[in-house]
């Protein structure tokens, strides 16, 4: 059941962002030139690409899931639950709107509780499927992470998250909560979309809309295919990362407020959509693949090491939405993973941190 769930977790990772492209090229999006350019070659580089690394990570995440140690450190579920809340209670308290998206927000112990936040985030709701815990969880515990779990919400993907892990876990807790379930997705959808602008205008172009943003990492990678990216080669991705590092040395450590140039590949990516700095596009998993070449292995073997270590634990069936939810919960970390090379990123933490956790942690309720 493992392999299955893999599989089923990888096809998502690997081709989300394209089929999502394949429905925004058939629908109106304004305007033109936010589309990169595709012909025959690009179409099967980028396919050949998808699938190699398709195969690679579900090998390399079925052959390293039993490479850990002995597992000495125990991990209260409900101890994580009340640490989870309470970084995001916090979060939602001291942080203004779009922090993600201003520069020299992420410094110092903002940046500390952020990526903690999400990775205690990532741990409850992981380990509540490792442990096989919907059988023994009080439903108070879920529904206080949950209602502090919507405090995160701050776009569309977020809310879409966050539905799907009140999906995957009441309805783990209890088979009728699905139907109970469906009254709240017009209010995570409202809520998503309130945090990105006008709700009005947004609800009159919502699918053009959706699918655009999912289709985001593919559109830059076919920038970078046909050429029309700001990074042209592997001398550009250097340049990148090294006045990403300054950067952000000079947030952490000089306090400054602004820092000049491209400092990320996501940044770069929203460069070549917008000719602006102002701010960052996840280039994905396969976009990363084809821009860091093999600057990304390390990174790629990481993180499918990781995912096998989970998956190993859940020897049970999941179902689509529940797949779903995991590699949403999941998506900010392997979508962002080429940030992790401007080494003082909390990606990076966030990477070894996971590692430590497959490592030497296990679970209990």
Known sequence: MSLRNLSIFWLFVVFWDAAWMIVARNVYIAPEYLRSTVDVYSVIVYMLGSICLFLCSLLVSVKLKSCTLRKSLIFNWRLLVIISGAFNIYLFVMLADNYRYVDGSFTGGVLLIYYLSMLFNIMVVSSFFMIQASSKVHIGYLLFFLICFTLRIDGLSMALMVFLCYYA???????????????????????????????????????????????????????????????????????????????????????????????????????????????????????????????????????????????????????FLELLCLFFLFKPLHSNLSDSYSILSGNLGLLVLMGFISLFVKYRY
Request: hydrophobic share 50%.
């Open 169 to 319: 876990l009441l309805n783990r807790r209890s088979k009728n909560a699905r139907y109970y379930l469906l009254v709240l997705i017009p209010f995570f959808g409202l809520y998503g979309l309130a945090e990105k602008g006008d709700v009005v205008v947004l609800l009159q172009n919502i699918f053009s809309w959706v699918s655009f943003r999912f289709a985001i990492p593919a559109e830059t990678t076919f920038h970078y295919i046909s050429g029309s990216h700001f990074i042209k080669n592997f001398e550009g991705v250097v340049a990148v990362l090294e006045n990403g590092f300054n950067c952000r040395f000079a947030f952490i450590f000089e306090k400054l407020s602004s820092c000049n140039g491209v400092k990320s590949i996501g940044n770069s990516n929203y460069y070549t959509l917008y000719s602006m700095l102002k701010g960052g596009s996840s280039p994905g998993y396969v976009g990363a693949v084809f821009i860091l070449n093999i600057l990304i292995i390390p990174l790629l073997v990481a993180y499918a090491w990781i995912m096998g270590v989970i998956f190993r634990y859940i020897q049970y069936r999941l179902n």
